[in-house]
């Protein structure tokens, strides 16, 4: 039994790390060094894009984990026995309509005999997630988990809570950018689970955790968003967030009333104007319109062979309020939906030439069709936004000035 968990567990691994690795653009990973061999590890990350998170943690650390997420995704008997299979377990809040402590020591128990198997841990101690650059404040459930961990019968010897920064270049944004940060192990001592030993921990990650992601103060956020991320490229990676983190916090001290309510007036003067933020600036457009019009017609190609995998989702998401699912059910979708089709194009081939390259090529046509629609269609939004500035006087005005107030509260930071 063991050996097919085994099996299961890393199969379906390498299947969503590799299609990972095809819906982003670049996945970097900064740090696995600092994370201890042989011992169980409690990994506890920022929580900025829903089930996507988890995934992305998964698949980039190599020993058997197991994490846990908001109980309500369990509700489905077939998702539950799905989830179970790849190591995830339910944990409750008081939101849940239950006894959230009584219903989670069934969880712990599960946890805890997972350390003793030398097995890791995954979790989002922020308690829901969030796609903005903020810092936020943690639950306790981190720390009661490790120091119950080691005041367990046959408790490992060691245990360590390694915070993992993620930073995303454009959640909701195919193709776009991440980075995971795995930060400084911090050792759990074997202490009594006392209220004053629980929060001491807890402070500790939590004031860990901010180096390792962007991170900017929840007050003034929306302001701050706007000058150090109207211009983001979402297929570039953000990695300068310690100095991200650094200026934000000084800028809001620095900044007076007047600047940010400036910043925050002008942007919506240009949103309602039709402008989208993140706004990429383009000084040469013609450039930027000639290939849109020369990959046009590849691209419809692509959008006709995708189209179950781009509709679908899309469908999806118009009944759901909360954008932060964009890129899971995006993901989740594709993960069943593009090898299908990819397969049905692969059968059409092989039955029409009787040839396994043919089938092959049809294949890696449907998938290279699907990364040149999203490419184009990347294209034409950055135009379709440039040109709408450009033809306005009124727009290319504001957006001078936005751009003016912008430079100037940098420099009061820099």
């Not at 397969?343 to 030439?353: F, K, M, V």
């Not at 440039?386 to 727009?395: C, D, G, M, Q």
């Amino acid at each position: 039994m063991q050996i097919i968990r085994f099996l299961w567990y890393y199969s379906f691994w390498l299947y969503v790390r590799t299609c990972l690795h095809f819906y982003y653009k670049r996945i970097k990973v900064v740090g696995y060094e600092n994370v201890p061999k042989g011992v169980p590890v409690i990994f506890g990350a920022n929580h900025q894009n829903a089930l996507v998170d988890p995934l992305l943690m998964t698949t980039h650390v190599y020993q058997m984990t197991h994490y846990l997420v908001r109980a309500d995704v369990f509700k489905n008997p077939f998702v539950k026995r799905f989830l179970n299979s790849l190591n995830l377990m339910a944990v409750y809040r008081a939101r849940d309509g239950v006894n959230s402590v009584k219903a989670n020591q069934e969880v712990f128990r599960a946890c805890f005999d997972a350390f003793k198997e030398n097995e890791s841990l995954m979790l989002f101690p922020e308690g829901s997630h969030d796609s903005r650059y903020v810092v936020k404040p943690m639950k306790k459930g981190i720390a009661r988990i490790a120091l119950g961990g080691l005041n367990q019968p046959d408790a490992p010897e060691e245990l360590y809570i390694v915070p993992i920064g993620l930073t995303y270049s454009g959640q909701t944004k195919f193709r776009s950018s991440v980075v995971l940060h795995y930060g400084d192990a911090i050792k759990v001592e074997s202490k009594e689970e006392t209220s004053a030993n629980i929060d001491a921990l807890k402070d500790k990650f939590e004031q860990a955790l901010p180096a390792y992601h962007a991170a900017m103060p929840e007050e003034g956020y929306d302001y701050l968003e706007k000058v150090f991320f109207h211009n983001q490229n979402p297929q570039r990676l953000i990695e300068d967030y310690a100095l991200i983190n650094q200026q934000s916090r000084a800028l809001g001290a620095k900044a007076s009333e007047e600047d940010k309510e400036a910043v925050l007036s002008l942007s919506k003067e240009l949103e309602k104007g039709g402008v989208i933020f993140p706004f990429e600036y383009k000084k040469n457009l013609f450039g930027t319109a000639l290939l849109t019009y020369v990959v046009s017609p590849f691209a419809m190609v692509g959008l006709v062979l995708n189209l179950p995998v781009i509709f679908i989702p899309w469908k999806i998401m118009k009944g759901i309020k909360d954008v932060v699912f964009t890129d899971t059910i995006y993901f989740g979708v594709g993960l069943v939906a593009a090898p299908a089709v990819w397969g049905i194009y692969a059968s059409i081939a092989y039955n029409l030439t009787a040839s396994w390259w043919w089938a092959l090529g049809a294949a890696l046509g449907g998938a290279m069709s699907l990364l040149i629609y999203g490419r184009w269609y990347k294209i034409l939004t950055v135009y379709r936004q440039n040109r709408r500035v450009r033809k306005s006087s009124h727009l290319s005005s504001v957006y001078n000035q936005f751009l003016q107030k912008v430079t100037s509260l940098k420099e009061l930071v820099n």
